[in-house]
């Protein structure tokens, strides 16, 4: 068995869920950071374990072919993009190869059993993302923001981020600047003091959303300075967000509108959307467009029928289908995405959409006792894929097709074998790059129910 500190040469042949390299010595598996299948390298070890162990490259004895050289100076040390040393052609074929394994060997399903389309490029490798959640901190004794390195709360500093729009990095540079000018205080996660904890932006074609997360119910001073810095970026909306928690989660409760809207406007097709704070809105607009148009295909609508979304957020998916549909029904447990979607579906001039804020189980069972019926059920769950219950609830609603749109390729595959178990036959799968430079990728699916 290999020790801490052994070096040894080793061809890389696979790349794992998380973007490393993995490579075989004698029969032993190692998990190597920032290789390409195809590099030959002395590998030098970490943190070996019985049947496998975590290593770093010493150097190259040879290069692999889809290896590049990153344009970002941050990588491979901030921890947002894990394959951007590999060519995005390759990137799309190490994708696909995600979701195939995660079908063919978690769930019954063989090659053949049903369609597998080829991944959906996104338009743009770069300067793609329309949100960015920046943590601020002191490093080196400065105030700095960045992106945490890979599993730690370690700021990895930047100048700027590549897949993050360009307005974002403007928007987040005079942001950082205002902070420093005005003296606001920074938080310390250990000693739980200081004020400004993230810069939160989204930036849209219509307009751009400014969000300062606070460990304090106190307003942010002098943000009418800021609002004119940032009028040319077409900043609409400066928000404060008061997060006074001890944990890892970005975003509290409670939010102050410090300028401007509570809200951001975003277009999808032809339609507009506003977009709160906590609402989910998909990051990569210009693929969402393509994510979109696959599952209004797969749900494969008429006049006739009537769609439930189970996780509706902000209407994005409900309102696209609601031109072909019948009538529409979006749920979610966010409120304020609710709120948000019946603003979008009459701003839309859509009449055939209704919305309720809630656990999804009940509202649906108190729909179905009403006497409402689904041909089509929607799901894009959060990457811990759908509950136990929910799968339950959808053979009660029992619909002919299913159309589920993943951002977790694992779970999704779980969840599958499970409705296979229920009548739901898989049909049609097709993977969607939203997110180039990072192993991430979305997937939708059509399920349809037996002899349907």
Not at 82 to 108: A, D
Not at 218 to 241: D, G, H, M, R
Not at 273 to 289: A, D, L, P, R, Y
Not at 302 to 327: Q, S
Request: net charge positive; hydrophobic share 40%; with cysteine.
């Amino acid at each position: 068995m290999l020790k801490k500190n052994d070096i040894v040469k080793v061809e890389i042949t696979d790349i794992g869920f998380g973007g490393e390299g993995i490579a075989k010595k004698d029969g032993y598996t190692l998990f190597i950071k920032n290789a390409a299948i195809g590099d030959v390298v002395m590998a030098k070890i970490l943190k070996p374990n019985k049947n496998y162990a975590y290593a770093k490259i010493e150097s190259f004895v040879k290069k692999s072919e889809i290896r590049q050289d990153a344009i970002c100076p941050s990588f491979p040390k901030c921890g947002g993009c894990e394959i951007m040393h590999i060519k995005y052609k390759n990137q799309l074929e190490i994708k696909e190869s995600i979701v195939k394994n995660n079908i063919y060997k978690i769930t019954s399903y063989k090659e053949g059993d049903f369609e597998f389309y080829p991944i959906i490029p996104s338009p743009d490798e770069c300067y793609y993302r329309n949100k960015a959640q920046i943590p601020v901190g002191i490093v080196n004794g400065n105030v700095q923001m960045g992106f945490f390195a890979s599993k730690s709360h370690r700021i990895v500093p930047f100048d700027k981020c590549f897949i993050s729009r360009k307005n974002i990095n403007e928007i987040a540079k005079i942001c950082l600047e205002f902070i420093k000018v005005n003296n606001l205080s920074i938080y310390n996660e250990e000693t739980h003091k200081g004020v400004i904890r993230n810069i939160y932006i989204r930036d849209f074609n219509d307009s751009s959303f400014v969000c300062f997360v606070t460990n304090s119910k106190k307003k942010i001073p002098n943000v009418e300075f800021l609002a004119k810095e940032l009028e040319k970026y077409n900043v609409t909306s400066i928000v404060q967000n008061i997060n006074t928690n001890k944990s890892n989660v970005i975003l509290g409760e409670k939010n102050i509108t410090l300028w401007g809207e509570d809200y951001v406007l975003a277009s999808l097709f032809d339609l507009k959307f506003k977009i709160s704070t906590h609402s989910f809105f998909q990051v990569n607009t210009k693929q969402t467009e393509n994510l979109y148009a696959k599952a209004l295909e797969y749900a494969d609508l008429n006049e006739n029928d009537t769609v439930f979304d189970l996780y509706c957020g902000v209407g994005t998916i409900t309102l696209t289908m609601a031109k072909k549909a019948g009538k529409v029904i979006g749920v979610e447990i966010v409120e304020d995405a609710i709120v948000n979607a019946k603003e979008n579906a009459k701003m839309n001039g859509i009449e055939n959409a209704s919305f309720y804020a809630g656990d999804a189980f009940e509202v649906v069972n108190s729909l179905l006792k009403e006497g409402c019926k689904a041909d089509v059920v929607v799901v894009d769950p959060p990457r811990k894929g759908c509950s136990e219950e929910l799968l339950n609830l959808i053979e009660t609603i029992s619909p002919k097709r299913v159309v589920y749109v993943s951002c977790n390729s694992a779970t999704l595959a779980r969840d599958v074998e499970i409705l296979k178990e229920k009548g739901y036959i898989l049909k049609k799968l097709t993977p969607v790059d939203m997110f180039p430079n990072t192993t991430h990728v979305e997937t939708v699916v059509l399920l349809q129910r037996q002899n349907t």
